[in-house]
């Protein structure tokens, strides 16, 4: 029995007993001076007096109990669920006061876990590439994260409004409308209004669970989609590129044998078939070094070089070249050039491919002119012709394997692999490759080079 209880029934038989003891008293003859009802108004009194006192300490002890209650519960509803709280008693309200509390702090310890969930889940979802989207059963939008905002062109607040508002393109609220009423998951591939060249994939599935609802998932496939395309057109064009000189060399070495009299001919079909093998041969050889410049396989070896000297040996041996196109070829080295710490082999292919590509695409009697100059630490190669100049829209693309420009600039020999060569070189420095169009005709290709600070050559 708890400690109010008893007391309280205490309280009430001492009123009884000492009620009866005044009447015990009246009847033995204690009282003979007072009247029977004079006693029992007595007692009655005594009794009313003691039972009042008692009440009102009770009362004010159980009111200050309840008012701490009351007060704890108007520091929970601000938020503050701080303890320690008071001592409850052990009566039924302290029971009952000390299971709400109890059930204050647990549901305080979910409220803290949850947050600490959705807060994990924003992280989660703001740092992922693909959009996300959530949409509730009464078709309002519920999640929106970061990537899908820019994928649809979503505004910042759309998150409470109907999908219809929210979602500007028609495929994808079509589909979100078809699950909302039960429909099965669904793909759709889309581009967007603002950006045709951008390829999308939605993927929508119910939400799991009671009630219904659409989770999209938005992948951004454009560089995948062009890294195939790129993947196909490099198939196409190796298989082109070999193609061509197998044909020649299968033509001509049939000829040899139905007609080996002639030696005029003979020898004529034996530098024709020397040359198209020459050209697969080179054809093999890019396409071996570009496995290897993907692969990391390739290391720089710097050493103290000549700049201007390596350009010049260039320009040298590819003097009949240029002599049959009556090209003029000039070159210049700034004085920051000499001794500079490089790997001179692949700087020479680079200026190289370079050169051999503004030969090729220059018109006969025209001009190629290859400048190397020191800015700081970083060197400057710029080659320049006046040919016919490149597309704008090819401009972004003249390094990619076999990409083909307007047939103006079309390409008039070569593997169509050194530009992409040139690229990875320039990578592989950690420098840079961009080309340009010239003002007054032609193109310009620019390479920076990070170097070594310049040494003494030995």
Do not use: C
Request: hydrophobic share 45%.
């Amino acid at each position: 029995m708890r400690s109010d209880t008893r007391l309280t029934i205490f309280t009430a038989a001492a009123g009884v007993a000492l009620l009866a003891l005044g009447f015990v008293w009246l009847v033995l003859g204690g009282g003979a001076a007072t009247s029977p009802g004079v006693a029992v108004a007595l007692a009655a009194g005594l009794a009313v007096i003691t039972a009042f006192i008692t009440a009102s300490a009770l009362a004010a002890r159980y009111r200050n109990r309840a008012q701490a209650i009351v007060d704890i519960g108007r520091r929970y509803a601000l938020g503050d669920l701080s303890r320690p709280g008071p001592d409850y008693g052990d009566d039924d309200l302290g029971m009952a006061a000390r299971a709400l509390d109890a059930a204050v702090h647990e549901q305080e310890r979910r409220i803290v876990s949850l947050a600490r969930d959705r807060a994990r889940m924003q992280a989660i979802l703001g740092s992922m590439v693909e959009g996300v989207l959530v949409v509730d059963e009464s078709g309002r939008l519920q999640l929106v994260n970061e990537a899908a905002r820019r994928m649809l062109r979503i505004e910042s607040d759309a998150a409470g409004r109907p999908y219809v508002e929210a979602l500007r393109h028609p495929g994808v609220v079509e589909h979100v409308g078809r699950l909302l009423t039960g429909g099965p998951p669904q793909t759709l591939e889309f581009s967007t209004s603002r950006d045709a060249s951008r390829e999308l994939v939605a993927r929508l599935a119910p939400v799991a669970g009671t009630g219904r609802g659409v989770v999209v998932v938005l992948h951004d496939v454009t560089d995948l989609k062009r890294a195939d395309q790129i993947r196909r057109d490099f198939v196409a064009n190796v298989s082109h590129e070999l193609r061509t000189p197998l044909t020649a060399i299968r033509g001509y070495a049939e000829a040899l044998v139905d007609d080996s009299e002639d030696p005029e001919a003979r020898r004529r079909f034996l530098e024709i078939i020397q040359r198209h093998a020459t050209r697969m041969e080179r054809l093999v050889k890019d396409l071996l070094r570009l496995a290897m410049l993907d692969a990391g396989k390739e290391m720089l070896e710097t050493a103290p070089a000549d700049i201007g000297a390596l350009v010049q040996g260039i320009v040298d041996d590819m003097a009949t070249a240029a002599a049959a196109k009556h090209l003029r070829v000039a070159t210049s080295a700034g004085p920051g050039t000499k001794g500079l710490a490089v790997d001179a082999a692949k700087v020479h292919d680079i200026v190289r491919n370079l050169v051999e590509n503004a030969i090729n695409y220059t018109q006969p009697g025209g001009d190629v002119a290859i400048a190397a100059t020191a800015e700081g630490d970083v060197l400057v190669i710029t080659v320049t012709d006046n040919g016919p100049g490149i597309p704008p829209e090819d401009l972004g693309r003249v390094f990619e394997r076999f990409y083909r420009v307007d047939k103006s600039r079309g390409r008039p020999g070569g593997t169509g692999l050194g530009l992409a060569i040139v690229k990875h070189l320039a990578d592989l420095h950690g420098g840079s490759v961009t080309v340009e169009n010239r003002a007054l005709g032609g193109a310009a290709f620019t390479v920076r080079l990070p170097v070594a600070p310049r040494a003494p050559l030995t």
